[in-house]
């Protein structure tokens, strides 16, 4: 009898990929059923699973296994496995959305290895491949002295390729407007006060050595696309929906089309990773995903929130969290 793992989402696409790649990783691990769950309505219709629109993955299942007769672990999802993480926190903890512990009732933790349960149930809002080592080395102690981003890396080229129609708009964006050189730049919506000038100096520094290069630029703010097109006349972007109102583009009940929003960012973030330099904020996992999928010099590489003490303090809190 199969056993599973139901891979729950939460949040945007960099979200809930690196949730999915730290869960299809323990699932390969305990020999279970991987079931990678994005039915919340984010980047599809709800209850239409968006993942498999998205990803060329045949060992993942699409999918929910019935619980009628089975186990589930964490107990809280017996009976609610149709439902997402957010109904769930909004139902049993309404405070806790941002909370950084909520994960230790709707997940099991991956660093364990031994769970008898039919069916278990994991989310994460990032990846957790330091809780998740700990299953792989007592599995298989050769997994100690892989690097994290080599971990991530070849588990996101295996289990993420992209839709055929998806690679070909990406390719073609390439062959219209791609040129010989080209530097990658991620500004996100929260980001759009601060970001514009803590690129400046690091793009100063790129478009110096490489002075005919063109700028990619990914975003999901209009003002910031319209703004630095003035300011560099070299920077090209791809056709994407904004909300009228200043917003997220994921989530965002204005969208006329989840599917396609869905498309779109992975298009700027696959196009991102292909870029010969990259100034990105390394706390969104939207371009961490990019940059770990580079193969820029490392010197090429500007994580812009290097420096921001409040950052690097969220990442020693979500690294040690159990």
């Not at 959305?97 to 099991?108: A, D, E, G, T, W």
């Not at 006349?233 to 965002?252: C, M, R, V």
Request: with cysteine.
């Amino acid at each position: 009898m199969n056993r599973y793992l139901v891979i729950k989402a939460k949040g945007g696409m960099g979200n809930r990929m690196l949730c999915a790649l730290t869960g299809i990783l323990y699932a390969e691990a305990t020999n279970r059923v991987p079931v990678v769950d994005w039915t919340d309505g984010a980047y599809a219709e709800f209850g239409v699973n968006a993942f498999p629109q998205f990803f060329n993955n045949e060992k993942c299942e699409a999918m929910l296994p019935l619980d009628n007769e089975k186990t589930v672990v964490p107990r809280i999802w017996k009976g609610h496995l149709e439902k997402s993480v957010s109904a769930m926190i909004s139902t049993f903890d309404p405070n806790k959305h941002k909370s950084f512990f909520v994960h230790r009732k709707y997940s099991i933790d991956p660093s364990q290895y031994d769970y008898d349960d039919d069916i278990a149930v994991y989310w994460s809002y990032t990846e957790r491949i330091h809780r998740l080592k700990k299953c792989l080395v007592n599995l298989n102690s050769e997994w100690a002295s892989i690097n994290k981003n080599v971990i991530l890396k070849s588990t996101l080229i295996r289990h993420f390729p992209l839709k055929t129609p998806i690679l070909n708009e990406k390719e073609e964006f390439k062959s219209k407007y791609w040129s010989n050189k080209v530097i990658g730049i991620h500004v996100r919506f929260t980001d759009r006060r601060i970001a514009i000038k803590k690129i400046e100096t690091p793009l100063r520094q790129m478009l110096a050595k490489f002075p005919e290069a063109s700028i990619f630029l990914a975003t999901d703010n209009f003002e910031v696309d319209r703004y630095l097109k003035t300011q560099y006349p070299n920077i090209i972007s791809t056709k994407k929906w904004y909300p009228d109102e200043f917003g997220a583009l994921h989530q965002n009940t204005e969208c006329p089309d989840r599917v396609r929003n869905g498309v779109e960012a992975l298009i700027d973030m696959y196009l991102l990773a292909e870029c010969d330099a990259l100034i990105f904020p390394a706390d969104s996992t939207f371009s961490l995903i990019s940059s770990i999928l580079s193969d820029a010099d490392i010197e090429n590489k500007f994580d812009i929130t290097r420096r921001d003490v409040a950052v690097r303090a969220k990442r020693i809190i979500r690294k040690y969290l159990p």
